[in-house]
């Protein structure tokens, strides 16, 4: 989600310092850092599953997704910190509350 903050500065109008851009990038090459091994850990707990058995391995793997979604959400947080309220209330709100409506991953409503 950090690089959407990116891309969507100019067309928001958010007005972000070259030195804001910076910090925002650097959240987003971090957090890429910290997900990766996640990433791997999830894929190699996934490989090969099928059926009955992924149910399994998806209720499984909930730690790792919610230790994701934990480092999103922190990173997030660092990019509103750099770029301050006003200009994050101009992001879309789906990105604002990304996992908004997901806890342990399903949505609710008709």
């Not at 309220?85 to 609710?108: T, V």
């Amino acid at each position: 989600p950090v690089p959407v903050v990116l891309a969507l500065a100019d067309s928001l109008a958010l007005d972000l310092s070259p030195a804001a851009r910076d910090s925002i990038e650097s959240i987003g090459q971090g957090l890429d850092e910290r997900l990766e091994p996640l990433r791997q850990e999830l894929g190699e707990r996934l490989r090969g599953v099928e059926g009955r058995q992924a149910i399994a391995a998806l209720r499984d793997a909930q730690p790792l997704v919610q230790e994701g979604r934990g480092e999103i959400r922190a990173a997030l947080e660092a990019v509103r910190a750099v770029m301050g309220d006003e200009a994050w209330g101009r992001l879309p709100e789906r990105l604002r509350n990304l996992f908004a409506g997901a806890a342990g991953g399903r949505r609710r409503g008709g």
